[in-house]
C-alpha cells in the first residue's frame, strides 16, 4: 500500500508516493505547509521505492558528478536518456532518480539499509530537480539565494557560497525594523500577472523556515565580501549576469534554459537589481535597506 502526499509550491501542483510504512509527517516536515486538498492535475509525481541495491536500478553510465560541496549531483546516460543520483560524497550516489521522459512521472530508489539516513536527502533533491524542470515553461525560477520580507515587499540576497547571504539576512533581521526571513536557501520567483513575485519553499537549506507565504519582489541584491559597504545599481547587463548563475536550471536541456533566460529577463526589467560590497556589520544592512527601499 502506498499514501499519496499532494503539494503546492508557488501555485505549481505535485504529488509524492510514499511506502504506507514511512511516516510523511517525519520525512516531509518541511513541506506540512504546503499541503493542498486540490485536485488539479499535479506537474510531477514522485514515487520512493526502497531497493537492497541500487545497481538493480540500472541508471546508465556516469556522465558527469557535479557541485563543488554536497549534495553531489549525479548524471547518467543510459541510451541517450539521463537518470540521476544525489550523494553526501563523490565516491558514488547513494540514491538514484528515474524519470519519465517529460519528467512528470518519476520514481526515486533509496537503499533499504540507509532509509532512516537517506530517505528525507532523496526525497527532497529530487523534488526540488523535478519542481526546476517541470515549472520553467511557467515563467518560474528556483533561486539560490536567502530572502527578507519587509513591508509587504521582498528582498532577494545572492552571492557565492560563504559570501554571506544568510548573514546578511541576519543583519537585516537585527537591525531593521519589521525584517523577517521568508527563505533562507532556495525561494522561487515566479512572474504572475505581469509582476514578479518571490515565494517561500519547503527548501531553505539548513534553516528552518518553511513559509508558505508569497510578496512582490523588491529587489534583488548581490553581495561581495569588501573592506567597505558601497552599494550600486546594476545596468540591465550586469543585473542578468547576477541573477542567471543563481538561478537552477537542466542547462542539458534547450527548451528549459530557453525558458531560463526568457523569465530572467522579464524579472531584470521589472525589479531593481543591486551590488552591494560590505562587511558583515550592522552598517550593511543599514545602506542596503536605505537603497533598495527608496
Known sequence: MEKLC?????????????????DAGKYL?????????????P??????????DLKTTHPGRPKECLNDEAPY????????????????????????????????DS?????????????????????????????????TLMVHASVIRHNDGGYMFLGRSGTG?????????SNIEDAELLNDDNPVIRIIDGEAMVFGTPWSGKT?????????????????QAPYNKITRNIPLQAYASLMPACSCMRWDRTSTDALHRTVEK?????????????????????CHKAVTE
Open 73 to 104: 549531483f549525479w548524471i547518467f546516460d543510459k541510451e541517450g536518456r539521463f537518470n540521476f543520483g544525489f550523494s553526501y560524497s563523490k565516491s558514488r550516489p547513494d540514491c538514484i532518480l528515474v524519470p519519465s521522459e517529460d519528467f512528470s
Open 107 to 139: 520514481v526515486v530508489y533509496i537503499p533499504s539499509s540507509m532509509a532512516e539516513r537517506l530517505t528525507d536527502f532523496a526525497i527532497s533533491n529530487s523534488m526540488m530537480l523535478l519542481y526546476t524542470f517541470r515549472t520553467s515553461p511557467f515563467e
Open 267 to 287: 524579472v531584470i526589467s521589472k525589479v531593481r537589481c543591486w551590488h552591494l560590497e560590505c562587511l558583515p556589520d550592522a552598517d550593511a544592512a543599514y545602506t
Open 43 to 52: 506537474l510531477f509525481r514522485l514515487r520512493v521505492e526502497y531497493v537492497d
Open 6 to 22: 499532494k503539494y503546492d509550491v508557488a501555485g505549481h501542483l505535485f504529488e509524492v508516493s510514499l511506502p504506507d510504512s514511512i
Open 208 to 224: 528552518h523556515c518553511y513559509k508558505n507565504e508569497s510578496v512582490p519582489l523588491k529587489a534583488v541584491v548581490r553581495l561581495s
Open 29 to 41: 516536515a518541511a513541506y506540512k505547509p504546503f499541503i493542498t486538498e486540490s485536485t488539479g492535475t
Open 165 to 173: 547571504k544568510s548573514t546578511h539576512s541576519c543583519l537585516w533581521l
